[in-house]
Each structure stands twice: as C-alpha cells, then as structure tokens.
T-cell receptor, first 113, second 116 residues
Framework: QKEVEQDPGPLSVPEGAIVSLNCTYSNSAFQYFMWYRQYSRKGPELLMYTYSSGNKEDGRFTAQVDKSSKYISLFIRDSQPSDSATYLCAMSVFSGGYNKLIFGAGTRLAVHP | DTGVSQDPRHKITKRGQNVTFRCDPISEHNRLYWYRQTLGQGPEFLTYFQNEAQLEKSRLLSDRFSAERPKGSFSTLEIQRTEQGDSAMYLC??????????????FGPGTRLTVL
C-alpha cells in the first residue's frame, strides 16, 4: 500500500463548477500537507500548504485536512479553464535534517468552457 | 529570482548510452533535490544535497545513477548504460533550508528522457 493515495481521474467539469480533489495517507508522522499544480510538460508549483486539521483558504482555493481520518482535500470554487492541470497532493515528514516530500499520483483536471 | 532551470529539456537516447542532466537551483538555495516522475505518477524522490554534500539517496537510485553538486551550486545527474525503464521526467527542486517550515521546494521544468 502506498503512503499517499490519490485518485488519478481524469476529472472533467464545466467552467464555474466547484471541484473537489482528495488524498488519503497512512503515515501519522506526516507534518505538512501540500497541494502542487502541474501544467502539462512543466514542473510542479506549490499552491498551498497546511499543517493542522481544519480549513485554509486562498482565493478560490480551500485546503482541508482531517488528521483523524488521514484525509486531505482541495476545493476549487468557480473553476476556470486555466485551472486545467494535474493536481498533486504531497505530504512532508522531517527526516534526515530536511522535509521529505511524498507525492500522490496526481489527479488530472479538465475545466471546459 | 529566475527560478530553477534544467538542461536539456528533452533528451532522446539509445539504450546503453550515458546521459547527463544539469540543474541550476535558485541562487542561495543550499538544498537541492532530484526526483523522477513517470507517466501518470507523482514525483518520486531520488536524492538530496545540502550544499555540496549528498546526504540521502533513494533505493531507486541504482548504481547506474550518480549525482554531484560541486561547490554547492549547480548539480548534475548522470545515468550510465541507460535502459528503457529509465524513460521518465527528471525533476530538480531547490529550497533555502533557512526559512520557516515546511521549507518549500521549488521545482524546475524537468528533463524528459526517452530511451529507445
């Protein structure tokens, strides 16, 4: 079993829809929970991170963490065609003097006009 | 900051050949990471440098792989005797190592390797 599980999709939604992306994890030692966005043929870019259970909002994006269920979510409100990308969840644990990142497989999202 | 850069962006090679990739991190970032990403998967950790010291290597990094970071600036990743299974996107990331947690890793655009 992988430490981080993420449904690869693809997910196709109309413009303006609310999108929900999810990951589960098994390692209780994970300290930070991140969402990266990766456009085709580009490197991942950090969208948001959080370290505690609860919600964190940034514009149209809301990250949610439930440590008791080992479940994290990213919600995108008023989705736009420019949001079409692969969304990667990542968890970090402090090990060997640095924050080691473990990524999910990524969910491919397509927002159509 | 100009961001993390990688060169080349694409590399096509024949099985058995050696290839070398270069990564230039964000200036003054003392931590550098290499990842491998195959189609439909997330990035997988390969190795980590603190300045010029290679401090961790994944079991994914077989004896055919070697990474260096001379003088703690740019880094190179070499794959010897390439195999078709080495075809993947190789991503480099850097972080400052001095800021508050989680010490955000910034990724480069990647080098896409195709082994024929």
């Amino acid at each position: 079993q992988k430490e981080v599980e993420q449904d690869p999709g693809p997910l196709s939604v109309p413009e303006g829809a609310i999108v929900s992306l999810n990951c589960t994890y098994s390692n209780s030692a994970f300290q930070y929970f991140m969402w990266y966005r990766q456009y085709s043929r580009k490197g991942p870019e950090l969208l948001m991170y959080t370290y505690s259970s609860g919600n964190k909002e940034d514009g149209r994006f809301t990250a949610q963490v439930d440590k008791s269920s080992k479940y994290i979510s990213l919600f995108i409100r008023d989705s736009q065609p420019s949001d079409s990308a692969t969304y990667l969840c990542a968890m970090s644990v402090f090990s060997g003097g640095y924050n080691k990142l473990i990524f999910g497989a990524g969910t491919r999202l397509a927002v159509h006009p | 900051d100009t961001g993390v850069s990688q060169d080349p962006r694409h590399k096509i090679t024949k099985r058995g050949q050696n290839v070398t990739f270069r990564c230039d991190p964000i200036s003054e970032h003392n931590r550098l990471y290499w990842y491998r990403q195959t189609l439909g998967q997330g990035p997988e950790f390969l190795t980590y440098f603190q300045n010029e010291a290679q401090l961790e290597k994944s079991r994914l990094l077989s004896d055919r792989f070697s990474a260096e970071r001379p003088k703690g600036s740019f880094s190179t990743l070499e794959i010897q005797r390439t195999e078709q299974g080495d075809s993947a996107m190789y991503l480099c990331a850097s972080s400052s190592g001095t800021g508050s947690p989680p010490d955000t890793q910034y990724f480069g655009p990647g080098t896409r390797l195709t082994v024929l």
